[in-house]
């Protein structure tokens, strides 16, 4: 799983920020989806001064080609 979350981080499977909603955008189409599927929070390991970084991942369905994919809401030192 962190191996995902990883590869989701470093290839910036971005989202948009609109009037308080997050726009993901789909790595197959380029659709802008406003509503996840499924959100939630997960710690990663430690940096070298002791702090995890918190992610906040959500599930997106795609309306445009029909597929998943998930994409990462928000970050932060924890």
């Avoid at 962190?2 to 948009?16: A, K, P, Q, S, T």
């Avoid at 197959?28 to 970084?53: E, F, I, L, Q, Y």
Wanted: hydrophobic share 35%; charged share 30%.
């Amino acid at each position: 799983m962190e191996n995902l979350l990883f590869i989701i981080v470093e290839h910036g499977m971005c989202f948009h920020v609109y009037g308080g909603n997050v726009m993901a955008k789909c790595p197959n189409c380029g659709t802008n989806v406003s509503k996840p599927r499924k959100k939630w929070k997960m710690a990663g390991r430690p940096d070298s001064k002791g702090k995890r970084t918190q992610l906040e991942i959500g599930i997106f369905d795609c309306p445009k080609c029909k597929k998943p994919f998930r994409a990462v809401l928000s970050k932060k030192k924890i």
